[in-house]
């Protein structure tokens, strides 16, 4: 029950966020602000990328069962499902995390007629938004991980689960990092050489690579604070 009404909860944030950008819009009578709605949208996939994968990854015994397949053939299927779906889902994680990037009020003009006050409270919407859809993501993915590799987990959560959490909300900072700075998408990985080159070309200049270094240790902090405490929390309620 906790677990749904988690869900619940950041379904209802993320409707909340998208309903004061609108509101915004219609309120005022400015420009409808179109990049942060998409950027909503984008952060609440890799939510959903990992609800459908789990359900599929449940699902998959059960289709096994139904044909007549060796079990090492089974267990590479699995486990191929398990590499691709895990790859997909960390390609669209920095879209969640993303949205503390638009703290920056890149959307608010001076001549626009919003309140600091609305356009705040909006904007930090926004981001808890997306800090929600990154927490829900990456501990439905956490928890699979301790599922698969130590099922029988009675004394805590090991070491290795929280080492896979951290490699995963480091990577999801870079991404950010690439995507706010570099203009990087996530499909943009179908030009690896291209992506290399713009990145070893950036970091070349003065003062960026430190720049870098502090954005991704400091994002990632953040969100390692905040998840932490939550996923102890909901582990707890599971185990309850």
């Known amino acids: 029950m906790a677990v749904l009404i988690a869900c619940l909860a950041v379904v209802l944030l993320n409707a909340y966020a998208a309903l004061l950008i609108i509101l915004r819009s219609l309120v005022y009578r400015v420009r409808l602000y179109r990049p942060m709605l998409l950027n909503i949208g984008l952060s609440f996939v890799p939510v959903l990328v990992s609800l459908v994968a789990i359900a599929g990854l449940l699902g998959i015994p059960t289709l096994l069962s139904m044909t007549e397949i060796r079990p090492n053939v089974a267990s590479a299927a699995i486990w191929a499902y398990l590499v691709v779906g895990t790859a ?30 609305y356009d705040i409270i909006q904007t930090l919407t926004v981001t808890l938004s997306g ?106 309620a599971l185990r309850g």
Not at 141 to 163: C, H, K, M, R, Y
Not at 209 to 229: D, K, Q, R, S, W
């Open 88 to 117: 997909a889902w960390l390609l669209l994680f920095p879209n969640a995390i993303y949205l503390i990037t638009e703290l920056n009020f890149s959307h608010r003009r001076e001549e626009d007629p919003v309140p600091l006050w």
């Open 131 to 236: 800090i929600a859809n990154a927490v829900v993501s990456l501990a439905v993915v956490q928890t699979a991980f301790l599922v698969i590799t130590d099922p029988n987990t009675s004394e805590g959560i090991p070491l290795s689960s929280w080492s896979f959490a951290a490699t995963i909300i480091v990577l999801g900072a870079i991404g950010v990092y690439l995507g706010r700075y570099l203009r990087f998408n996530s499909w943009d990985v179908r030009h690896p050489l291209s992506m290399l080159r713009k990145l070893v070309m950036h970091l070349r200049q003065r003062g960026k690579a430190i720049e870098a270094g502090g954005f991704v240790l400091t994002h990632a902090v953040l969100i390692g604070m905040i998840y932490v405490p939550l996923y102890l929390l909901g582990f707890g």
